[in-house]
């Protein structure tokens, strides 16, 4: 017989790539130029050719079986050298190699990240809103994930909700800053209490709290906006960052986590982390990308159309009179429904080829996302659709 677990998340499945499954067939109707398509979170500007000139030069000069063959299982010793000192002069940290392991994405990072922390029973603190596959990296692990609700004035932390669901079998909070779908970037302020909260709580329960840092937006922020690296104000951190978004490489499943030096055992959670993988059946991403990507630490796409994207689409709404928060970083704005079911506010958006996601699975009703990682010349294209459906729909222009 089958897994029957498994069986039923086919009928929950991601309401995100349920969207753009929609477009993709909507774009074979009517042309993908005509389909506004804000659904996926899929980087849209190139690949530097800096990076594709270090993967060509590889190719013609290296050892076919170096570029190839399996690395270990933490992943290659000199890439983590190369990535702990990249670290240490960027944020003024003490990692060693010893200190990463290399994962397939930021995905890969969270879900050995929780296993290397967690139990079967304790549960994991998150706030909304929220990525939401974080449900299935932490409740397929036997820990239990637990939702702070949402700050909506401004999407920092709700810290009177939080200290409501802290208790003795908290082990870790999960947060993502810049985050998946708002695009806010916790404050400094934010992330010192958040710190100091969780250092009197680990006193007070007698055992460590880990926060684990998802960040795989770490390098999209907007101008004038302070970016804290969490780990600087936590001992007891792992920080959790993918190449995806900042070279537009997310099919190349590249990532890290960084155990904070300073953390309980700091030196055994890579090793744990390549026990973990043993179970899951994940063992390091391909050798070329580990070595190209620590030949170019630093380098980034050209990351400033993202905003460039978002102020166009910020000043529409805010104009249309929509309740919004402007984004700090990411490419996602997270503004409110013009009515309270967002899942009929988006399947409204549909019959104007407007592709938008409601907040409902990011633990928010009554918001919606848009992934503004397309041309800005579609995002310009896309700004009359969106008011001739709140104006149709809505009443609003």
Not at 23 to 52: C, M, Y
Not at 106 to 134: K, L, S
Not at 205 to 215: A, R, T
Not at 325 to 346: H, M, N, Q
Request: glycine letters at 6%; charged letters at 20%.
């Amino acid at each position: 017989m089958i897994s029957q677990k498994y069986k039923e998340m086919l009928s929950a499945k991601s309401v995100i790539r349920q969207m753009s499954e929609w477009a993709v067939g909507r774009a074979k109707e009517i042309g993908s130029e005509n389909v506004f398509d804000f659904s996926l979170g899929n980087p849209s500007v190139a690949v530097p050719q800096a990076f594709t000139d270090k993967m060509i030069a590889l190719l013609q000069e290296r050892d076919t079986m170096e570029l190839h063959g399996y690395s270990q299982s933490q992943g290659i010793p000199s890439v983590r050298l190369k990535f702990a000192e990249f670290l240490n002069r960027t944020y003024g940290m003490d990692y060693t190699a010893e200190h990463l392991f290399m994962t397939t994405g930021a995905a890969g990072a969270v879900a050995h990240a929780i296993r290397a922390v967690t139990q079967p029973g304790d549960e994991v603190i998150t706030f909304a809103p929220f990525f939401p596959e974080y449900n299935h990296y932490v409740n397929q692990t036997g820990a239990v994930l637990k939702v702070v609700p949402a700050d909506t004035k401004q999407f920092q932390i709700h810290f009177e909700e939080f200290e409501k669901l802290l208790n003795p079998k908290t082990m870790a909070v999960l947060v993502n800053t810049p985050n998946n779908p708002s695009g806010i970037v916790y404050s400094t302020e934010t992330i010192k209490k958040l710190a100091q909260l969780l250092e009197a709580k680990q006193k007070e329960y007698g055992h460590d709290i880990f926060l684990i840092s998802d960040e795989p937006y770490r390098d999209i922020i907007f101008g004038g906006v302070e970016a804290p690296y969490v780990s600087k104000y936590y001992d007891n951190s792992l920080s959790c960052y993918s190449f995806a978004k900042s070279l537009s490489i997310p099919g190349e499943r590249l990532g890290y986590i960084a155990a904070n030096p300073n953390c309980t055992d700091s030196t055994l959670i890579s090793p744990m982390c390549a026990q973990i993988s043993r179970g899951i059946g994940h063992n390091c991403p391909p050798s070329i990308i580990q070595i190209a990507v620590a030949e170019v630490l630093g380098l980034t796409s050209e990351l400033s159309v993202y905003e460039t994207n978002m102020n166009i689409i910020y000043d529409t709404l805010v104009q249309l009179g929509f309740e919004v928060v402007k984004p700090g970083g990411t490419f996602y704005i997270f503004p409110r429904a013009l009515e309270k079911d967002s899942v009929a506010f988006c399947k409204k958006a549909m019959n104007y080829d407007l592709v938008l996601v409601p907040g409902d699975t990011f633990g928010c009703p009554g918001y919606f996302r848009m992934a503004y990682c397309i041309e800005t010349e579609k995002v310009e294209r896309a700004m009359p659709a969106l008011r001739k459906f709140v104006a149709q729909e809505y009443g609003v222009r």
